[in-house]
Structure formats: C-alpha cells, structure tokens
C-alpha cells in the first residue's frame, strides 16, 4: 500500500490562505478541514505521480527543519484524508 | 485581522426582475435596481474564476432567482466550479421540476423562502394578494424534495401583531426547525412606503418582547441577525453593561458592526461587484473585466470599509456624551448610508440611545 500513488479528490477544494495555512472543502458535504503547512505540501503532491515515500523524501529535500517523526504524520494524514473521501490510491493497471 | 487570499463566499443578484413588488423591497429603487441582466454565458464565464479563486459558497438571490429560465444552467455552473450554493426567494415560483433540480445537485446549503404572515391578510398586506398561499406552496415543494428550507420572516407594521400566530404556523403546524426575522429597513421602496410599513419605536418595543417570550417558548428555534430579536439581545447586554459600570469589551466602541467585507463580495445583477447588496452604490469593478482577487485584496473602497474597526464611537458628534459608547459597535454601515449618506459613522437606526429618546421600551427579563 505504501508504494501505491496517491491521488486527490478531484471534487475537492484547496483554499489557500495567509501564512501557508489553508482550508480543504468538501462542497458536496459542505465540510471544510484546517490544513497546517505540512498538510498543504503533502496534499499538493497527490498528483497520481506520489506515493507516500515520495512525498516524504520530497518535504525533507525542500523544507528546513523537518522533525525526525515527520512520516509518521504524513501517513495519518493520508490515512485520514482516505477514510473521509479525501484522495484515494491510484488505479494501476497491470 | 488578516485578509484572506480570495472572498470565502458572495451574494449573486442574478436577476433585478421580480414578479412582486413588496412595498418595504430593499433592492427595487435603490441604487442595486440596475437596467439589466447578464447573459447565462458571462455568469458561466465568470463562475470559473470563482472556481479558480476556490470560493466555497454563493447565495443566489435576486429580485427573484427563480425568474431566470437559464437557473438550471447557472446552478450546474455553480457546482461544476466546485461550490455550494443557497437561494433567497419569495418561493411563488419554485416549481416540482426545478426542486428536483436543486435536490439532484447535492450542493444546496438551503432555499430561503420569505412568509410574513400566519393569513394571507398579513402575509399579503406587503406582497401582493394572492402570494401567501403560493409562498406557503413554494416552501411545501421545497420540503417534499428534502431541500434544506429556511424561512425568513420580515416584520413591519402590518404582521408585528401577528408574530405569535406566525410562530405557531411555521414552527408547530409545518414543524419547521426554526425560522429567522429582520425588519423592514429604510432602504429601496421601503424608503417611499416608510410611513407604512416601517415599525415604530412602539412597534420595536413589542416585538422584541414577543420575540424574546416566544423563543422562550419554542426553544430558542427563532433566529435574527437584525431586526428586533437581534437588537433585543444586543441592547439589554449594552444596558446590563452600562448599568453595572463594566469595562468595554472589545470590539465595543468602535464600528466593529459589520465584518462582512472580510469574507465574501457581492455582485449586482448587471455584474458590477460591490461590497454588499445593501451597499450597491460603491462599485468595486465589473466581473470578468476586472479581476476578483485583484478587486478583493486592493480596492481602496474596501480597504477603507475594512478600516472602521479603527474608527471610535467617541469621534463622532451624534454619539457624544453617550454611555453606551464603551459597549455599542456602531451598527450596519449600509443602513448609515442610507439614512445619513455616509458609511463610515453611526447607523441611527441601530442607536440605542435614539431609540430610548423615541420612548421606545427595553423588555424586562433576560
Ligand atoms: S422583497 Fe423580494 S420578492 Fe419582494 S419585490 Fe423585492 S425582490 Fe421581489
Ligand atoms: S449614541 Fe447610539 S450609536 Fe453612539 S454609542 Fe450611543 S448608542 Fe451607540
């Protein structure tokens, strides 16, 4: 599962605010998620082109100071974002 | 505060026909009362870069939204631009075909539907014979579709002795959640009916106190964000204030009324943006022309309206000497305009201190 490429719901809204911070809006639930800069970058790279350690080596080699523990984040957010219709992995055929 | 990249939400007069013509209108005469509609093309064409500006909401509201034959169209543009999207009508058009419509999107937040009266005699004392019962229609079409219906009660001088019968209407014999109430306000025609059909300090006096016993009653299931429930709350809290000698509290003191410029914009129906529908003289741009996030971030007329909160009470003759100062917010800036042709100052319609020198009465209980 942690090789497959993890793609968005296309359905989905990213607003992006001041300060790196941003809301992610459901419009066909009307919830809307609080996403810290970290969330931000990862839901950016759910391109169908990422997978979860990707994503990972991505955030280290472009952003300072990322805490050791950082994977661990980035997989339940992912995990989250999955179990609410968020994104989803992408169909590989064969 | 800090602004956000691009407006949260905006109000959409798609229209500035009605087939009504309510005596206390607000749109019809004023300055949003615009000589002509947009094409479905540029609405369309626009709701694009809503969606590229990730706006979550849109309120669709006219004159009346359902007097476009495109409404469809423009609906399916709404949420294929990824919104949601609410409607304000006077309900006498909703019909079975477009409510399945609406309830097959998905995306409809609610439909607002305006019942002044528990009769047709007080209902229709303002709207126009024969629009009760069509209102009354509009809103059980709604409701057998699974749409999330709101209604919106406007009191005047012709149904505030009726807000007891209304209640028991909407909220015991078509088991409605709640509805919400404002007041007719000096603006558009109600500006020639005022005489009419606005309520006077008496008039005020009674309906908080209806308001305040009838949400003891049903369970706090009646709602304002003006109007006399809405000053109800706010003046006994500014006199319990002034009474027991308490600190301000901020944002008290200042004209913190309105903080609608910080989420959402509007547009009139000839596609000129403006601040807010009550505000339609300050025109901002024109959509697809002018670019929104541009509009939002830079306009000098909203910089300047985002700037009252700095604005204090005490700078101004009308409020000198007061001692609700240090717990009054100033009130809605397009009523100020609108009585006194300047926004950034006092709305004497929201004045505690005139509405007591009118002899108008505060309730008694919390
Ligand atoms: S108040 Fe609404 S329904 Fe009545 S005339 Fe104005 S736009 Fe039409
Ligand atoms: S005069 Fe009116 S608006 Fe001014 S502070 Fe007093 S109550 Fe508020």
Known sequence: MENE??????????????????????????????????????????????ALEDIEKKLRAECKNVPDDAGVFIKEFIADLVAKGLAGHKFQNA | MKLMNTPKSLELSVTNRCNLRCTYCSHFSGPGDVDHDLSTEEWLKFFEELGRCAVMNVTIQGGEAFIRKDLKELIAGIVRNRMRFSILSNGTLITDDIAAYIAGTGRCSHVQVSIDGSTAETHDACRGKGNFEKAVQGLEIL??????AAVRTTIHRHNVNDLDNIAELLLEKLRLPGFSTNSASYMGLCREHAENVQ??????????????????????????????????????????????????????????????????????????????TQMSHIELGRINSDDLKSVWQNHPELKQMRERPNIPL?????????????????????LAYTLLGKETHPSPDSCLKRFLEQGGKLPDVL
């Not at chain 2, 409701?143 to 999330?148: C, G, L, V, W």
């Not at chain 2, 008496?202 to 304002?224: F, G, H, P, Q, V």
């Not at chain 2, 204030?241 to 910080?262: A, D, H």
């Open chain 2, 314 to 334: 005490e700078e101004f003759e009308f409020c000198k000497g007061c001692e609700y100062i240090p717990y009054c917010r100033g009130g809605c800036p397009a």
């Open chain 2, 143 to 148: 409701r057998k579709h699974k749409i999330p």
């Open chain 2, 199 to 276: 309520l006077t300090a008496e008039d005020r006096s009674s309906a908080m106190a209806t308001l305040l016993r009838l949400n003891r009653k049903y369970d706090n299931r009646i709602s304002a964000a003006a109007g006399p429930l809405a000053e109800a709350k706010m003046w006994m809290k500014m006199e319990e204030s002034r009474r027991e000698r308490q600190k301000s509290l901020p944002p008290c003191g200042y004209l913190t009324s309105c903080g609608c410029m910080w989420s959402k914009i509007d547009i009139r129906a000839d596609g000129v943006m403006i601040p807010c």
């Open chain 1, 5 to 50: 490429k993890l793609i968005a719901n296309p359905t989905i809204v990213l607003r992006e605010e001041f300060d790196d911070w941003a809301v992610l809006f459901d419009p066909d639930t009307g919830n809307a998620y609080g996403m810290n800069p970290v969330s931000v970058f990862v839901w950016k790279h759910l391109d169908g082109n990422h």
